[in-house]
Protein backbone atom coordinates (compact mmCIF):
# COMPACT_ATOMS: atom_id res chain seq x y z
CA UNK A 1 0.00 0.00 0.00
CA UNK A 2 0.98 3.50 -0.17
CA UNK A 3 0.93 6.01 2.58
CA UNK A 4 2.14 9.47 3.04
CA UNK A 5 2.09 12.05 5.96
CA UNK A 6 1.88 15.87 4.99
CA UNK A 7 3.29 18.18 7.87
CA UNK A 8 5.14 21.46 8.52
CA UNK A 9 6.88 23.49 10.73
CA UNK A 10 3.31 25.22 12.48
CA UNK A 11 0.02 25.68 11.24
CA UNK A 12 -0.56 27.76 8.27
CA UNK A 13 1.99 27.29 6.47
CA UNK A 14 -0.12 25.45 3.13
CA UNK A 15 -0.54 21.75 5.00
CA UNK A 16 -4.73 21.77 4.07
CA UNK A 17 -3.73 23.59 0.37
CA UNK A 18 -1.22 20.75 -0.38
CA UNK A 19 -2.86 17.86 0.93
CA UNK A 20 -6.20 19.00 -1.00
CA UNK A 21 -4.50 19.39 -4.38
CA UNK A 22 -3.01 15.50 -3.46
CA UNK A 23 -6.30 14.53 -2.33
CA UNK A 24 -8.06 15.78 -5.78
CA UNK A 25 -5.00 14.23 -7.80
CA UNK A 26 -6.00 10.95 -6.39
CA UNK A 27 -9.33 11.62 -5.76
CA UNK A 28 -10.63 7.74 -7.45
CA UNK A 29 -8.31 5.76 -5.18
CA UNK A 30 -7.38 7.64 -2.00
CA UNK A 31 -8.03 7.44 1.75
CA UNK A 32 -8.09 10.82 3.44
CA UNK A 33 -6.91 11.23 7.42
CA UNK A 34 -6.68 13.83 9.74
CA UNK A 35 -4.33 13.39 12.70
CA UNK A 36 -5.96 15.12 15.77
CA UNK A 37 -9.44 15.74 16.64
CA UNK A 38 -10.65 18.84 13.85
CA UNK A 39 -13.29 18.44 12.38
CA UNK A 40 -13.65 20.68 9.37
CA UNK A 41 -10.45 19.33 7.47
CA UNK A 42 -12.18 16.05 7.29
CA UNK A 43 -15.47 17.36 5.48
CA UNK A 44 -13.37 19.10 3.68
CA UNK A 45 -11.30 16.15 2.39
CA UNK A 46 -14.65 13.94 1.94
CA UNK A 47 -15.93 16.88 -0.44
CA UNK A 48 -12.77 17.18 -2.55
CA UNK A 49 -12.16 13.33 -3.11
CA UNK A 50 -15.76 11.78 -2.31
CA UNK A 51 -14.40 9.61 0.22
CA UNK A 52 -14.85 9.97 4.18
CA UNK A 53 -12.09 11.18 6.18
CA UNK A 54 -11.14 9.28 9.28
CA UNK A 55 -9.45 11.52 12.52
CA UNK A 56 -6.21 9.73 13.89
CA UNK A 57 -5.81 10.93 17.16
CA UNK A 58 -3.62 9.53 20.02
CA UNK A 59 -4.16 11.16 22.82
CA UNK A 60 -8.24 9.55 22.31
CA UNK A 61 -7.02 6.17 21.19
CA UNK A 62 -4.29 3.55 22.53
CA UNK A 63 -1.45 2.93 20.30
CA UNK A 64 -3.53 -0.73 19.28
CA UNK A 65 -7.03 0.97 19.02
CA UNK A 66 -5.04 3.18 16.39
CA UNK A 67 -2.93 1.14 14.49
CA UNK A 68 -6.54 -0.78 14.23
CA UNK A 69 -8.37 2.13 13.04
CA UNK A 70 -5.51 3.22 10.36
CA UNK A 71 -5.16 -0.20 8.99
CA UNK A 72 -9.12 -0.65 8.94
CA UNK A 73 -10.01 2.22 6.67
CA UNK A 74 -6.33 2.04 4.53
CA UNK A 75 -8.63 0.11 1.93
CA UNK A 76 -7.66 2.61 -1.39
CA UNK A 77 -4.28 2.85 -3.41
CA UNK A 78 -2.93 5.69 -1.06
CA UNK A 79 -3.65 7.08 2.19
CA UNK A 80 -3.12 10.98 2.91
CA UNK A 81 -2.88 12.24 6.17
CA UNK A 82 -3.07 15.23 7.22
CA UNK A 83 -1.00 16.38 10.39
CA UNK A 84 -1.95 18.89 12.91
CA UNK A 85 -0.14 22.07 13.80
CA UNK A 86 3.56 21.83 13.26
CA UNK A 87 5.22 18.43 13.73
CA UNK A 88 6.03 17.85 16.92
CA UNK A 89 3.34 19.93 18.13
CA UNK A 90 0.77 17.66 20.37
CA UNK A 91 3.87 15.47 21.63
CA UNK A 92 2.90 16.18 25.10
CA UNK A 93 -0.27 14.36 24.07
CA UNK A 94 1.67 11.88 22.04
CA UNK A 95 -0.61 13.12 19.11
CA UNK A 96 1.52 15.02 17.16
CA UNK A 97 2.00 14.34 13.93
CA UNK A 98 5.64 12.75 14.85
CA UNK A 99 4.16 10.41 17.25
CA UNK A 100 1.59 9.18 14.63
CA UNK A 101 3.54 8.56 11.69
CA UNK A 102 6.23 7.60 13.65
CA UNK A 103 3.60 4.60 15.36
CA UNK A 104 2.34 3.57 12.08
CA UNK A 105 5.34 3.75 10.25
CA UNK A 106 3.73 6.43 7.44
CA UNK A 107 6.49 8.48 5.58
CA UNK A 108 6.58 12.21 6.00
CA UNK A 109 6.60 14.98 3.49
CA UNK A 110 7.63 18.41 5.19
CA UNK A 111 6.16 21.40 3.74
CA UNK A 112 8.80 24.22 4.46
CA UNK A 113 8.50 27.98 3.58
CA UNK A 114 11.10 29.17 1.41
CA UNK A 115 10.02 33.15 0.95
CA UNK A 116 12.82 35.60 1.97
CA UNK A 117 15.59 32.53 2.01
CA UNK A 118 17.32 29.74 1.22
CA UNK A 119 20.56 28.34 3.70
CA UNK A 120 18.05 29.06 6.70
CA UNK A 121 15.56 26.88 5.30
CA UNK A 122 17.96 23.80 5.40
CA UNK A 123 18.73 25.04 9.10
CA UNK A 124 14.55 24.92 9.96
CA UNK A 125 14.76 21.05 7.97
CA UNK A 126 18.03 20.40 10.62
CA UNK A 127 15.85 21.19 13.50
CA UNK A 128 12.73 19.56 12.54
CA UNK A 129 15.06 16.45 11.84
CA UNK A 130 17.42 15.98 15.00
CA UNK A 131 15.12 17.05 17.83
CA UNK A 132 13.46 13.48 18.17
CA UNK A 133 14.94 10.03 16.91
CA UNK A 134 13.16 8.40 14.80
CA UNK A 135 10.87 10.25 12.87
CA UNK A 136 9.60 9.32 9.87
CA UNK A 137 10.37 12.55 7.32
CA UNK A 138 11.36 11.25 4.31
CA UNK A 139 10.95 14.20 1.92
CA UNK A 140 10.05 17.70 1.64
CA UNK A 141 8.22 20.44 -0.48
CA UNK A 142 8.87 23.97 -0.81
CA UNK A 143 6.70 26.38 -0.32
CA UNK A 144 6.03 30.45 -1.21
CA UNK A 145 8.95 30.35 -3.73
CA UNK A 146 9.52 33.11 -5.95
CA UNK A 147 10.84 31.92 -9.17
CA UNK A 148 12.68 28.25 -10.50
CA UNK A 149 15.95 29.90 -9.49
CA UNK A 150 15.13 30.36 -6.19
CA UNK A 151 14.29 26.38 -5.57
CA UNK A 152 17.13 25.47 -7.37
CA UNK A 153 19.09 27.07 -4.98
CA UNK A 154 17.41 26.09 -1.45
CA UNK A 155 17.58 22.44 -3.01
CA UNK A 156 21.07 22.26 -3.52
CA UNK A 157 21.41 23.71 -0.12
CA UNK A 158 19.12 20.58 1.17
CA UNK A 159 20.59 18.00 -1.35
CA UNK A 160 24.80 18.68 0.43
CA UNK A 161 23.12 18.89 3.79
CA UNK A 162 20.56 15.80 3.72
CA UNK A 163 20.85 12.43 2.05
CA UNK A 164 18.50 10.97 3.04
CA UNK A 165 15.55 13.61 2.83
CA UNK A 166 13.98 13.75 -1.05
CA UNK A 167 13.52 17.43 -2.37
CA UNK A 168 9.96 16.80 -4.33
CA UNK A 169 9.71 20.10 -5.70
CA UNK A 170 8.08 23.34 -4.94
CA UNK A 171 4.84 25.92 -5.09
CA UNK A 172 4.91 28.95 -6.20
CA UNK A 173 4.70 31.95 -3.79
CA UNK A 174 1.35 34.14 -4.44
CA UNK A 175 -1.50 30.61 -5.32
CA UNK A 176 -4.68 31.86 -4.48
CA UNK A 177 -6.07 30.61 -0.65
CA UNK A 178 -9.10 29.16 0.27
CA UNK A 179 -11.39 31.01 2.39
CA UNK A 180 -11.58 30.97 5.93
CA UNK A 181 -14.61 30.57 8.94
CA UNK A 182 -14.04 31.38 12.22
CA UNK A 183 -13.71 27.92 12.71
CA UNK A 184 -11.65 26.95 9.44
CA UNK A 185 -11.90 26.10 5.93
CA UNK A 186 -15.23 27.55 4.65
CA UNK A 187 -16.66 24.46 2.95
CA UNK A 188 -18.74 26.54 -0.04
CA UNK A 189 -15.12 27.55 -1.17
CA UNK A 190 -14.92 24.69 -3.64
CA UNK A 191 -15.06 26.43 -7.33
CA UNK A 192 -11.03 27.24 -7.26
CA UNK A 193 -10.17 23.44 -5.82
CA UNK A 194 -9.32 21.74 -9.38
CA UNK A 195 -6.84 25.51 -10.47
CA UNK A 196 -5.46 25.42 -7.00
CA UNK A 197 -4.65 21.74 -7.55
CA UNK A 198 -2.82 21.91 -10.78
CA UNK A 199 -0.83 24.86 -9.29
CA UNK A 200 0.36 23.51 -6.38
CA UNK A 201 1.31 20.40 -8.09
CA UNK A 202 2.81 21.85 -11.39
CA UNK A 203 6.64 21.88 -9.59
CA UNK A 204 6.64 18.54 -7.47
CA UNK A 205 7.62 14.82 -9.08
CA UNK A 206 4.77 13.28 -8.53
CA UNK A 207 6.05 9.89 -9.64
CA UNK A 208 8.95 10.43 -6.82
CA UNK A 209 6.20 11.42 -4.06
CA UNK A 210 4.45 7.70 -5.02
CA UNK A 211 8.06 5.96 -4.89
CA UNK A 212 8.70 7.10 -1.30
CA UNK A 213 4.84 6.58 -0.10
CA UNK A 214 5.53 2.78 -0.45
CA UNK A 215 4.69 1.42 2.73
CA UNK A 216 3.87 -2.16 4.71
CA UNK A 217 0.33 -3.22 5.39
CA UNK A 218 -0.42 -5.27 8.37
CA UNK A 219 -3.68 -6.96 7.29
CA UNK A 220 -3.78 -9.20 10.83
CA UNK A 221 -4.80 -6.87 13.47
CA UNK A 222 -6.41 -8.37 16.71
CA UNK A 223 -9.52 -6.32 17.60
CA UNK A 224 -8.43 -4.18 20.55
CA UNK A 225 -11.84 -2.44 21.44
CA UNK A 226 -14.39 -4.06 23.73
CA UNK A 227 -17.18 -5.67 21.90
CA UNK A 228 -20.83 -4.74 22.43
CA UNK A 229 -23.81 -6.82 21.43
CA UNK A 230 -26.29 -5.64 18.68
CA UNK A 231 -29.01 -3.56 19.57
CA UNK A 232 -32.24 -3.92 19.07
CA UNK A 233 -33.09 -0.26 19.04
CA UNK A 234 -33.33 2.65 16.43
CA UNK A 235 -31.01 5.45 16.95
CA UNK A 236 -32.22 8.91 14.70
CA UNK A 237 -28.72 11.29 14.04
CA UNK A 238 -29.31 14.63 13.73
CA UNK A 239 -26.67 15.03 10.92
CA UNK A 240 -26.93 17.91 8.67
CA UNK A 241 -25.28 21.33 7.42
CA UNK A 242 -26.05 22.76 10.72
CA UNK A 243 -24.57 19.68 13.14
CA UNK A 244 -21.78 18.54 10.72
CA UNK A 245 -19.36 17.46 13.05
CA UNK A 246 -19.34 13.67 13.33
CA UNK A 247 -16.16 11.36 13.27
CA UNK A 248 -17.07 8.81 10.40
CA UNK A 249 -15.56 5.79 12.78
CA UNK A 250 -18.64 7.02 15.01
CA UNK A 251 -21.07 6.30 12.44
CA UNK A 252 -19.61 3.44 11.06
CA UNK A 253 -19.74 2.05 15.10
CA UNK A 254 -23.39 3.65 15.27
CA UNK A 255 -24.18 1.33 12.78
CA UNK A 256 -22.70 -1.49 14.03
CA UNK A 257 -24.47 -1.82 17.25
CA UNK A 258 -27.85 -0.34 16.42
CA UNK A 259 -30.27 -2.68 14.43
CA UNK A 260 -31.18 0.65 12.78
CA UNK A 261 -29.37 3.98 12.24
CA UNK A 262 -31.93 6.96 10.09
CA UNK A 263 -29.99 10.52 9.52
CA UNK A 264 -32.18 13.43 10.16
CA UNK A 265 -31.87 16.72 8.61
CA UNK A 266 -32.76 19.35 10.79
CA UNK A 267 -32.30 22.16 8.12
CA UNK A 268 -35.20 20.69 5.87
CA UNK A 269 -37.48 20.44 9.04
CA UNK A 270 -37.08 16.43 8.70
CA UNK A 271 -39.21 14.55 11.80
CA UNK A 272 -37.51 12.65 14.87
CA UNK A 273 -39.22 9.30 13.35
CA UNK A 274 -41.72 8.12 16.89
CA UNK A 275 -40.23 4.90 16.68
CA UNK A 276 -36.48 6.16 17.41
CA UNK A 277 -35.48 4.36 20.72
CA UNK A 278 -32.48 7.30 20.82
CA UNK A 279 -31.39 10.61 19.20
CA UNK A 280 -28.02 11.64 19.12
CA UNK A 281 -27.52 15.34 18.14
CA UNK A 282 -23.97 16.09 16.29
CA UNK A 283 -22.23 19.36 17.24
CA UNK A 284 -21.57 21.78 14.55
CA UNK A 285 -23.09 25.34 13.91
CA UNK A 286 -26.24 26.40 15.34
CA UNK A 287 -25.35 29.92 16.94
CA UNK A 288 -24.43 31.92 14.09
CA UNK A 289 -26.13 33.79 12.25
CA UNK A 290 -26.79 31.75 9.01
CA UNK A 291 -26.51 28.99 11.42
CA UNK A 292 -29.93 29.79 12.90
CA UNK A 293 -31.38 30.96 9.85
CA UNK A 294 -31.43 27.16 8.21
CA UNK A 295 -32.78 25.82 11.67
CA UNK A 296 -34.90 28.68 13.36
CA UNK A 297 -38.57 27.85 11.30
CA UNK A 298 -37.99 23.72 11.71
CA UNK A 299 -41.34 23.74 13.74
CA UNK A 300 -41.66 19.92 12.89
CA UNK A 301 -38.50 18.98 13.79
CA UNK A 302 -38.48 21.02 17.13
CA UNK A 303 -41.58 19.41 18.21
CA UNK A 304 -41.17 15.96 17.41
CA UNK A 305 -37.86 16.57 19.08
CA UNK A 306 -39.21 17.83 21.94
CA UNK A 307 -41.77 15.05 22.20
CA UNK A 308 -39.12 12.36 21.90
CA UNK A 309 -37.29 14.27 25.14
CA UNK A 310 -40.26 13.66 27.19
CA UNK A 311 -39.93 9.79 27.85
CA UNK A 312 -36.94 8.75 25.77
CA UNK A 313 -32.79 9.93 25.77
CA UNK A 314 -31.27 12.34 23.91
CA UNK A 315 -27.24 12.28 23.59
CA UNK A 316 -26.53 16.12 22.22
CA UNK A 317 -22.64 17.56 21.93
CA UNK A 318 -21.65 20.99 21.46
CA UNK A 319 -23.96 22.49 18.98
CA UNK A 320 -26.01 19.90 19.81
CA UNK A 321 -25.73 21.04 23.40
CA UNK A 322 -27.10 24.59 22.63
CA UNK A 323 -30.47 23.26 20.45
CA UNK A 324 -31.34 21.72 23.56
CA UNK A 325 -30.86 24.79 25.46
CA UNK A 326 -33.34 27.89 25.79
CA UNK A 327 -31.37 30.33 23.90
CA UNK A 328 -28.31 31.46 22.47
CA UNK A 329 -28.73 35.02 23.25
CA UNK A 330 -31.61 36.34 21.53
CA UNK A 331 -31.68 33.04 19.20
CA UNK A 332 -34.24 30.76 20.41
CA UNK A 333 -33.58 27.15 20.63
CA UNK A 334 -35.74 23.89 21.74
CA UNK A 335 -36.23 24.40 25.87
CA UNK A 336 -35.70 21.30 26.43
CA UNK A 337 -32.85 21.79 29.34
CA UNK A 338 -32.85 24.58 31.87
CA UNK A 339 -29.76 26.27 30.21
CA UNK A 340 -29.30 29.31 28.29
CA UNK A 341 -25.62 30.60 26.70
CA UNK A 342 -24.33 33.81 25.16
CA UNK A 343 -21.69 33.59 22.42
CA UNK A 344 -18.25 35.04 23.03
CA UNK A 345 -15.83 36.52 20.37
CA UNK A 346 -13.01 34.49 22.10
CA UNK A 347 -13.39 30.90 22.11
CA UNK A 348 -14.23 29.34 25.97
CA UNK A 349 -12.48 25.93 25.54
CA UNK A 350 -10.13 24.66 23.08
CA UNK A 351 -7.91 21.68 22.78
CA UNK A 352 -8.08 18.19 24.91
CA UNK A 353 -10.34 17.69 28.27
CA UNK A 354 -11.28 14.93 30.48
CA UNK A 355 -14.93 14.51 32.02
CA UNK A 356 -15.85 13.15 35.55
CA UNK A 357 -16.15 9.74 34.66
CA UNK A 358 -12.43 9.69 33.38
CA UNK A 359 -13.54 10.01 29.63
CA UNK A 360 -11.46 11.94 27.09
CA UNK A 361 -12.76 13.67 24.43
CA UNK A 362 -11.94 17.73 22.51
CA UNK A 363 -13.91 20.81 22.94
CA UNK A 364 -13.88 23.92 21.13
CA UNK A 365 -16.64 26.30 21.13
CA UNK A 366 -17.00 30.39 21.59
CA UNK A 367 -20.49 30.07 23.75
CA UNK A 368 -20.62 29.72 27.63
CA UNK A 369 -23.73 28.95 29.86
CA UNK A 370 -25.10 32.00 31.56
CA UNK A 371 -25.62 30.33 34.62
CA UNK A 372 -22.21 28.24 35.47
CA UNK A 373 -23.68 26.51 38.34
CA UNK A 374 -26.46 25.00 36.01
CA UNK A 375 -24.16 22.06 34.50
CA UNK A 376 -22.70 19.51 35.97
CA UNK A 377 -19.32 17.83 34.98
CA UNK A 378 -16.57 19.35 35.40
CA UNK A 379 -14.18 19.66 31.70
CA UNK A 380 -10.87 19.39 33.00
CA UNK A 381 -7.27 19.49 31.51
CA UNK A 382 -5.35 18.14 34.70
CA UNK A 383 -6.48 15.06 36.75
CA UNK A 384 -6.93 17.04 39.47
CA UNK A 385 -10.20 18.28 37.67
CA UNK A 386 -9.53 22.01 37.95
CA UNK A 387 -12.34 23.34 35.31
CA UNK A 388 -15.91 24.58 34.61
CA UNK A 389 -18.98 22.56 34.47
CA UNK A 390 -19.63 21.34 31.06
CA UNK A 391 -22.63 18.88 30.41
CA UNK A 392 -26.23 20.20 31.28
CA UNK A 393 -28.83 16.52 31.82
CA UNK A 394 -32.54 16.31 32.22
CA UNK A 395 -34.11 13.54 32.58
CA UNK A 396 -33.24 11.14 30.11
CA UNK A 397 -31.94 13.77 27.86
CA UNK A 398 -27.65 14.62 28.26
CA UNK A 399 -25.77 17.83 26.36
CA UNK A 400 -22.06 18.22 26.60
CA UNK A 401 -19.54 20.53 25.27
CA UNK A 402 -17.49 17.05 24.67
CA UNK A 403 -16.90 15.64 21.38
CA UNK A 404 -15.86 11.57 21.95
CA UNK A 405 -14.61 8.94 19.85
CA UNK A 406 -17.39 6.08 20.62
CA UNK A 407 -15.44 3.16 19.91
CA UNK A 408 -12.97 2.87 22.77
CA UNK A 409 -15.47 4.53 24.95
CA UNK A 410 -18.05 1.89 25.57
CA UNK A 411 -18.61 3.34 29.46
CA UNK A 412 -20.00 6.64 27.59
CA UNK A 413 -21.95 4.24 25.02
CA UNK A 414 -23.21 2.24 27.98
CA UNK A 415 -24.46 5.08 30.06
CA UNK A 416 -25.34 7.75 27.47
CA UNK A 417 -26.32 5.79 24.12
CA UNK A 418 -27.89 2.34 25.83
CA UNK A 419 -29.53 3.61 28.99
Excluded at 82 to 105: C, Q
Excluded at 185 to 206: A, P, R
Excluded at 251 to 270: H, N, P, R, Y
Amino acid sequence: MKALCISASASNQGKTVLTTALLYHFKESVRPFKMGPDFIDPQFHKIVCQTPSINLDRYMMSKDELKWLFNKYSDRKISICEGVMGFYDGHDKKSSAYDISRLLKIPTVILLDGSGSYITVSAVLQGLKNYKKHNTIKAVILNKISSQSHYELIKKVIEKDFKDIAVLGWIKSGLESLGETHLGLDLNDLGKIEKISQDVLEHIDMKRLEKISKVHKNIKFTYPFEKIPKQNKKLAIVHDINFSFLYHDNLIFLKEIFDEVVIIDSTKDEIIPSDADIVYICGGYVETDSAYERVKNSHNFKATLIKHAQEKPIYAECAGLLYLGIAVDDKAMSSILDVSFTKENRFQRMGYYFNEDGIKGHAFHYTKPIDENSGFDRLSKSKALIGKYGSWEKNKVFGTYLHCMFRGNTKLIKKRLLP
